[in-house]
């Protein structure tokens, strides 16, 4: 953001646009190109809640009449930097984002052994975004101490350059955490993807759990049987208040309440075992910042 601002400044605006942050990420054409479909994507949001009509959808994004708003404002301004006509390219591009595609396959893995409970809190959790409270964004980017400060289309960028940061984190401390898990017997398994280890974790301990909920020692008591001969005659007329503390009826209650907490702990187990820690974060931050080379100890 402050570099931003300084670009800002440089061609004398008086507030930090799109330009500015289009501008700072030229070189990196992987997270450009993402960028640009990013904003494509917001264009097409805002036509569907406009309630335009799907003919008008289908039309070509590119036409002159008909050119989004942020994806002509992004084509124009890399049109008047671009001498190779590569970022001119990217909005040709119809590759597949392999990252994202990535982290999709990897949240459909983590869904697979949820039950209804939790799959409500794990799409109320991917739902949260940085952008849908812009007063409280203003305020963590400290945007009130800035002489320049930025548009709205500069915000929307902000606000997913800080989701993907996030995202990025996160996918770095799976990788941390798939080293420091121990591994026992398998050479090779520092070369597997971390999120294939993490998927193959997660299955094997969901299996012994449900094998240890299935064994004999953690299998409730049985619920005991009625007297022989007299008592099972007059079993039938037992009112229901004389089944007090002891009775029939509340033994299996127990029991049934005593093994919904167990599989409660069991599954509060696994997914404490198996969440990234504070520790897994901060590992992850050092290792991207730590500089890697044969002169790395020297710079």
Known sequence: LQQAAEVSQLRGARVISAEDLLFLMRKDKKKLRRLLKYMFFRDYKSKIVKGIEEDDLLEDKFSSNNTNKRQKLAQDFLHSIDQTGELLAMFEDDE??????????????????????????????????????????????DCSSMEIKPNAVAMEILAYLAYETVA??????????????????????????????????????????????DSPENTPPPTPTPPSSAGQQHLGKTPAAVLGNGGIGQD???????????????CGIEAQSDAIQPSHIREAIRRYSHKIGPLSPFT
Request: proline share 2%; aromatic share 8%.
């Open 252 to 266: 299996s209650t127990k029991s049934k309440q005593r093994k919904r907490k167990k599989s409660t702990a069991a």
């Open 168 to 213: 990025q984190l996160v996918d770095l401390a799976l990788l941390v955490k798939q080293d420091m898990a121990p591994k026992a017997g398998d050479p090779f398994s520092h070369a597997i993807s971390a999120t294939f280890i993490q998927y193959h974790n997660s299955t094997g301990q969901s299996t012994s759990v449900k094998n240890n909920l």
């Open 96 to 141: 597949i984002d392999d990252v994202k595609q990535e982290r999709m396959e990897r949240a459909e893995r983590q869904t697979r052994m949820m039950d209804s409970v939790q799959y409500a809190e794990f799409c109320e959790s991917r739902q949260l975004s940085f952008s849908k409270k812009a007063s409280k964004f203003r305020d963590w980017l």
